[in-house]
């Protein structure tokens, strides 16, 4: 569980030093568009604190991904487990968010490749979730170019938004290990 590589990419386990610049994007409201707001640096941390945990304790979690031969922090991609209420929990999560200067690249895409990849052959899932708001098509394309599946009877509220706010509906996405073509 060091790393995963790819063409460009290496997806490592975080460092002290990309505490900074994932809270600068953390701060990015561009970023943050789907969220319900930006984070601060103490929130931040936090986050950081949590995926350590879940790599600690799972064996898997979020992996910080810096570019060979460039930025050594560009974002995260990987796996997150969820068991707020719904109807697809408790699963795990391909999930991403980059820095923007490096929006448009292909790396969500490559990185989730190898998360993907890591997820049903290391970790052992049998199945991989991803879910968004309708509006972010940017990451939808992401989970159609990674051959994940949407069914819009799987979309859901999420129980973490209060009813009427504009990010409460959300389309979940899905991949199976039996689907999977690596
Ligand atoms: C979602 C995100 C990780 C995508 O990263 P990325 O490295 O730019 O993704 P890729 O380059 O692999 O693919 C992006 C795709 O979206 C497309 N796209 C970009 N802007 C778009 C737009 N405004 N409308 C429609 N499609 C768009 C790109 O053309 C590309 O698809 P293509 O290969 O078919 O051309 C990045 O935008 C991000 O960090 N967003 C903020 C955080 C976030 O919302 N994370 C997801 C939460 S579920």
Do not use: C
Not at 142 to 163: A, C, N, Q, S
């Amino acid at each position: 569980m060091v790393a995963l590589h790819t063409a460009r990419l290496v997806l490592r386990r975080w460092r002290r030093s990309d505490r900074e610049p994932f809270a600068h994007l953390n701060a990015d409201p561009e970023v943050m568009e789907h969220f319900p707001s930006t984070l601060n640096r103490e929130q931040s941390d936090a986050f950081v604190e949590t995926i350590e945990t879940e790599f600690e304790q799972r064996g898997h979690g979020v992996w910080a991904v810096e570019v060979q031969g460039g930025k050594d922090f560009i974002g995260y991609v990987g796996l997150h487990y969820h068991d707020f209420p719904a109807h697809f929990t408790p699963a795990v999560e391909v999930g991403w968010r980059l820095d923007r200067n490096h929006w448009g690249r292909g790396y969500a895409t490559e990185g989730a490749r190898a998360a993907i990849a890591d997820g049903f052959t290391r970790v052992g899932l049998d199945e991989l979730v991803s879910f968004t708001v309708p509006a972010n098509v940017r990451s939808t394309r992401v989970m159609d170019k990674v051959g994940m599946t949407h069914d819009p009877g799987d979309d859901f509220d999420h129980p973490r938004l209060p009813e009427g706010d504009r990010l409460r509906r959300h389309v979940l996405y899905r991949l199976r290990r039996t689907n999977w073509r690596p």
